[in-house]
T-cell receptor, first 112, second 115 residues
Framework: DAGVTQTPRHEVAEKGQTIILKCEPVSGHNDLFWYRQTKIQGLELLSYFRSKSLMEDGGAFKDRFKAEMLNSSFSTLKIQPTEPKDSAVYLC??????????FGPGTRLTVL | GEQVEQRPPHLSVREGDSAVITCTYT??????FFWYKQEPGASLQLLMK?????EINEGQGFTVLLNKKDKRLSLNLTAAHPGDSAAYFCAVSALTSGGNYKPTFGKGTSLVVHP
């Protein structure tokens, strides 16, 4: 079985641009998570979907971050507009009913 | 909601020494417990999962202990080697009022093993 895939692996954006990150979960998993990882803040939950329904949208990230799950096998994370402080690694993970999470390779975002 | 505290944030040991990382959690409805390893530049890989009430799980070169009474989960690398240098994260999945399990991660421990 294929694991979690994320594209692109690296993204460089100018301040103010809109970027879209993509994630394909493990086939059959009903939970999908988006995290942001930085050295200072560690892992921060951005969004959490269960069976395509948004369960949690990470509070502080609401204004410029929007995650969507268009179908059970594809999710996007849009950041609009980007700011330099958004530079981080964005991780997508999936699980079966919130138990064991499988992580994708991540997207490293640099905002200039 | 669940709060998970992981200690220490940084750990430096010599090759052959043991290294212990501990997580404490708050939610009594926590049922699934995990340790993840993240090597530099890589994503998180599942190291061990623990489901029973009090359990010792042994892997290759490490032991995981869960004490539900004290709400404590620990990872013990018994004889660390330089290849163990990585970030380690604990995760705890608690049952929510909605009937699903939601994972909460510790902030991670950066382990460096010196030759």
């Amino acid at each position: 079985d294929a694991g979690v895939t994320q594209t692109p692996r690296h993204e460089v954006a100018e301040k103010g641009q809109t970027i879209i990150l993509k994630c394909e979960p493990v086939s059959g998993h009903n939970d999908l998570f988006w995290y942001r990882q930085t050295k200072i803040q560690g892992l921060e939950l951005l969004s959490y979907f269960r069976s395509k329904s948004l369960m949690e949208d990470g509070g502080a990230f609401k204004d410029r971050f929007k995650a969507e799950m268009l179908n059970s096998s594809f999710s996007t994370l849009k950041i609009q507009p980007t700011e330099p402080k958004d530079s981080a690694v964005y991780l997508c993970a999936s699980s079966l009913s919130g138990i064991e999470q499988y992580f994708g390779p991540g997207t490293r975002l640099t905002v200039l | 909601g669940e709060q998970v505290e992981q200690r220490p944030p940084h750990l430096s040991v010599r090759e052959g020494d043991s290294a212990v990382i501990t997580c404490t959690y708050t939610d009594p409805n926590s049922y699934y417990f995990f340790w993840y390893k993240q090597e530099p530049g890589a994503s998180l890989q599942l190291l061990m999962k623990v489901f029973s009430s009090t359990e010792i799980n042994e892997g290759q070169g490490f032991t995981v202990l869960l004490n539900k009474k004290d709400k404590r989960l620990s990872l013990n690398l018994t004889a660390a080697h330089p290849g163990d240098s990585a970030a380690y994260f604990c995760a705890v999945s608690a049952l929510t009022s909605g009937g699903n399990y939601k994972p909460t991660f510790g902030k991670g421990t950066s382990l460096v093993v010196h030759p």
